[in-house]
């Protein structure tokens, strides 16, 4: 008996777990999204404030 009870618990777990984990893979993969979208923006956004490099040692 006392193994059916631990087999039991450990269901009752592993329950929980999956529970944890269907919440914990879309939001993860939301979180991947939003943050490749941001890098495609900031790709394609003009640098407008940015001194470059070559304007900086063109002045010197």
């Not at 777990?13 to 269907?22: G, I, M, P, Y």
């Not at 939001?27 to 900086?56: D, I, M, N, Y």
Request: one cysteine or more; aromatic letters at 16%; glycine letters at 4%.
């Amino acid at each position: 008996m006392e193994n059916h009870g631990l087999h039991f618990k450990y269901d009752k777990a592993f329950k929980s777990d999956s529970q944890r984990l269907a919440f914990f893979i879309p939001w993860l993969g939301f979180v991947f999204t939003v943050l490749r979208l941001s890098f495609v923006v900031a790709l394609l956004t003009p640098q407008c404030g940015v001194v470059h490099f070559e304007k900086l040692t063109s002045v010197v």
